[in-house]
């Protein structure tokens, strides 16, 4: 075992004297060199602290064997649900240890696929990814982005099917959109910013999205602008186009808030104006599908669960909006149409709820699921009475379903073969009482016989922000940390969406000390409930769930042995100030706001670390290339712990090489990331 109170020899970061001046008080930020990530400075200070950290983790015994056990588990066949498109069949699959999924095409489902995309021939070391497809209506084109190193920057090509040529089409700076294509299949709309500043791309502000359609065959110089707002910076677009082709449906939204607008279009009248169905940011609104006029969106509008409402275009005062299902007990999460009914994802105590209605509202049928799990998929046409569906759940790998609408049938279609056995694992879900007493639902899984002595490591995980729902899935990681002897713990803190729109709120703004406390309180549920010990108890998450770790290990660091916060935002005054990071105010308030300011600022993890202080072991995770929460909040997070922290457990940073926040990220990285992780933890927590 590696000496965790081994003495730690941290570079030596400069502190300037940066001070700002918010509502009257002064804020100190020595750190504020660390925002320049393209500095020599910067750079050195990168190489000096990856030569701390990277020779620490891998040199402690037994991480190897970590790494091997994850590549053997993680090297078995991953399918996604096959969806249908003019007359083929295309699915995303996995041989196992392929950097990234490669998608297939097949006219039967019982014919040799051919591959259509496979992004591991994007680059040698599989940092390039397919970040988004749209296939045509005739099944005949595919639009697809890539991704570089994990940035959320796109560019989007288009490839004929038949042919498996590119086409020359190539349309650039997009991020945070898909491609919608019309029904004739001769082009897509999406949406684009203005060209950025090619140095500063990864740090620079994001405003002024617009919609453009482009059509096949032309240069994105002559796509034509369908809406933009310059009177509306913060406004982003996002499209779809009505399955019968009439119409283009615009969602509007204000930054991370749920609550958007709808407009639309008369895609036959080439000169017609976007008319302004919801125009008031007072809830969330999702277009479902249409019958000529009458146009079915899911809302939380007088329904914080969740309901489907009817609202006939010729006549669209709210007066006359129609409700079809009412709000239940349940948290509605999306609605599809599929064989004439209405296809309703519920989430029931975080776990998946389907239901199938009449397009009268008329409940028909609940889905037999395999288990308490989370399911995706019910794609297709209003027409269709087959569909698939993949279920996952802790112990069960993500497998897929063929579904019969008409006779309510489901038939496995895929099963992965993962070398363990699900039978020796236990899955619970337990409520416990926050510091105010609200009942927080938590799901527990370990391996069977743990004794409740207060000696098992623990991995406490948790999100908590932006209506993000945590529900039951499977993971590679997390098996092996159970293999290891540990509990996985994962509670559905407020600022989640497990709960409708009113579990949201309770967690936002003003109100997000409550997430903190719901998950003081897990931990605490935990050691009391003699799971687990603070000496055997880490924390860890990611994004917004990082700022989670970040915040609770700075509030109470006598709780917790170990915290693993990744790209976390732990710069509650300077967020704003980056790339997408200003749409985050409609969950955490803006620092402009002197209410707002008080309360972010009571909880910064950059601006609450003590000196003098103990804090737990940790390990920081960032990129060098994540332009969704820039680096910087780590980089400074990390250069203020270590100046503060006393003791003799380490306060590290792994900082990752091309890569970003996460999404595409390569296989060989990821294994490399959770081996690291759990060496990380085992040298930390495990029994001597």
Request: glycine share 8%; net charge negative; with cysteine.
């Amino acid at each position: 075992m590696t000496d965790c109170n081994q003495s730690f020899s941290y570079p030596v970061t400069r502190q300037d004297d940066q001070i700002d001046v918010y509502h009257g008080i002064e804020v100190k930020d020595p750190y504020r060199w660390l925002e320049d990530p393209n500095t020599e400075e910067t750079q050195a200070w990168i190489e000096a602290q990856n030569k701390v950290t990277l020779p620490y983790l891998k040199n402690i015994p037994g991480r190897e064997k970590i790494k091997d056990r994850v590549t053997q588990l993680w090297n078995y066949e991953k399918y996604s649900s096959p969806w249908k498109k003019g007359d083929r069949y295309f699915y995303a699959k996995n041989d196992g240890l392929q950097n990234q999924n490669v998608i297939y095409t097949l006219k039967n489902l019982e014919d040799e696929p051919e591959i259509l995309l496979d992004p591991n021939q994007f680059s040698e070391d599989g940092t390039v990814a397919l970040s988004g497809l749209s296939i045509s209506e005739n099944g005949e084109f595919a639009a697809y982005s890539i991704s570089r190193s994990g940035s959320d920057w796109q560019e989007w090509k288009v490839k004929n099917i038949a042919t498996q040529e590119d086409l020359p089409d190539l349309l650039k700076w997009v991020k945070f959109s898909g491609a919608w294509w019309t029904n004739d299949s001769q082009g897509f709309f999406y949406s684009r910013y203005d060209e950025p500043n090619e140095k500063t791309k990864f740090e620079d502000i994001n405003y002024f999205q617009k919609l453009y359609y482009h059509r096949l065959g032309t240069e994105q110089s002559e796509d034509t602008l369908i809406y933009h707002r310059p009177d509306r910076k913060e406004w982003g677009f996002s499209a779809d186009v009505t399955e019968d082709g009439r119409y283009l449906i615009i969602h509007i939204r204000l930054g991370t808030d749920p609550r958007n607008l709808i407009f639309y279009k008369d895609l036959e009248d080439p000169e017609g104006e976007v008319i302004e169905l919801i125009s008031e940011f007072e809830a969330n609104y999702n277009f479902v599908d249409n019958d000529s006029s009458i146009f079915w969106l899911s809302t939380d509008l007088d329904a914080p669960r969740g309901r489907l409402i009817a609202i006939d275009i010729n006549d669209p005062e709210k007066k006359n909006w129609r409700e079809i299902i009412p709000e239940s007990s349940e948290t509605l999460q999306s609605v599809g149409v599929l064989g004439d009914r209405f296809i309703l994802n519920y989430l029931q105590d975080a776990y998946t709820a389907i239901k199938i209605f009449t397009l009268e509202g008329q409940f028909i049928r609940e889905v037999e699921l395999p288990g308490i799990g989370s399911t995706r998929g019910f794609m297709g046409k209003r027409e269709d009475t087959e569909t698939f569906y993949a279920f996952t759940s802790f112990t069960t790998p993500t497998t897929i379903y063929h579904y019969d609408i008409v006779t309510g049938k489901s038939t496995l279609f895929r099963k992965p073969k993962v070398d363990f056995n699900s039978d020796e694992y236990v899955v619970e879900q337990v409520f416990y009482p926050s510091k105010d007493g609200t009942k927080i639902p938590m799901f527990l899984t370990y391996k069977k016989g743990i004794k409740q002595d207060k000696n098992n490591p623990t991995y406490l995980y948790g999100y908590g922000g932006f209506n993000v729902s945590l529900t039951p899935s499977f993971s590679i990681a997390n098996l092996i940390w159970m293999e290891m002897g540990g509990i996985y713990a994962m509670p559905n803190l407020r600022g989640g969406g497990e709960y409708g729109e009113e579990w949201h709120q309770a967690g936002m703004k003003l109100n997000k000390q409550n997430v903190f406390d719901d998950f003081i309180a897990a931990a605490e549920w935990l050691i009391s409930h003699q799971y687990t010990s603070t000496e055997k108890l880490a924390i860890g998450g990611g994004s917004n769930g990082g700022l989670l770790v970040g915040a609770c290990m700075t509030q109470r660091p006598d709780l917790f042995a170990a915290a693993l916060p990744a790209v976390g935002v732990m710069d509650m005054l300077r967020f704003p100030e980056f790339t997408i990071g200003w749409a985050w105010c409609s969950d955490y308030g803006s620092p402009e706001n002197e209410e707002e300011f008080k309360a972010l600022y009571a909880y910064s993890p950059l601006h609450n670390l003590k000196p003098g202080t103990n804090y737990p072991a940790t390990l920081i995770t960032t990129a060098d290339r994540d332009d969704r929460v820039v680096p910087a909040h780590s980089f400074k997070f990390a250069a203020a712990l270590q100046a503060s922290h006393i003791g003799d457990r380490p306060v590290l940073i792994r900082i990752e090489t091309k890569a970003g926040h996460g999404a595409g990220k390569p296989t060989t990285k990821i294994i490399e990331e959770i081996s690291d992780r759990w060496a990380f933890l085992k040298s930390i927590l495990q029994k001597e």
